[in-house]
């Protein structure tokens, strides 16, 4: 009788690690896809906006801001302003922004590049050569232009 207890606790045992690992491996799964979505999402909103997509800039505009003179920051806010660089300036911060921008997006083009989610190799070229292109006329202009632009092509 105590042989049969072992087994089915064995069996329930195994049972759930199975469980645990399919469960696991479809969270895994889940975010794969939602980083590729993520991703192809971005080339979009630079191709079609000729800007960076809000989620990379965002938190840089929000650094940009500050807060108002004569505002004292109680310990917690000072630690983590401090930690965030608050006190840079607005072309410091504008100046990480646009390197910030021009290493995602570089490596956003290999992505792109080594993807073989192309329906031929021509769509496959056009969008590398525009990203490409973005890369090359984001290293020239000044980071205002590409961290504050608002659904704007940039000026250049």
Known sequence: MPILV???LFACAIGIVLALITLSLQRISGRVVEQYKQKLDDANTIINQSAPPDTWVQPFRARMKGRPDGVSYT?????????????????????????HC???LK???????????????????????SLKSEYDEWASCHWSDLVMNDDTALSG
């Open 107 to 129: 490596m956003l083009t290999s992505f792109m590049e080594k993807g073989n989610f192309y329906d031929d190799d021509r769509t496959k070229e056009m969008v590398v050569k």
């Open 75 to 99: 310990p917690g806010e000072a630690m983590f302003y401090f930690v965030k660089g608050r006190d840079r300036s607005a072309d410091e911060i504008g100046e990480q922004a646009r390197k």
């Open 102 to 104: 021009l290493k995602r």
């Open 6 to 8: 072992v087994i089915i």
